[in-house]
């Protein structure tokens, strides 16, 4: 989040429990300007631990998913 639009201001955080409050037009305006500029940032980069992390799990997650799943899906024996 950018530090000039504060979801965690005191007026968002001091509302009563209970029923939905309405937000001040100043803490409106701020939760649209949070969203609006949320939604128009660039992309974040990834770092390069979490793609290696993703293809890993990817790698070995499958096969032994399909494993799995094949032994799952095999007959039973039969009884001695």
Do not use: F, N
């Not at 799995?68 to 899906?73: D, S």
Request: a positive charge; aromatic letters at 4%; hydrophobic letters at 50%.
């Amino acid at each position: 989040m950018r530090p000039d639009h504060d979801l965690l201001s005191p007026d968002l955080l001091d509302a009563e429990p209970g029923p939905a409050q309405p937000l001040g037009p100043d803490a409106a305006a701020r939760l649209v300007r949070t969203a609006v500029a949320e939604v128009h940032a660039p992309p974040r980069r990834r770092p390069a631990w979490l793609w290696v992390a993703t293809a890993a799990v990817v790698l070995v997650g499958v096969p032994a998913g399909a494993a799995l799943y094949r032994a799952a899906r095999a007959p039973a024996p039969p009884p001695p």
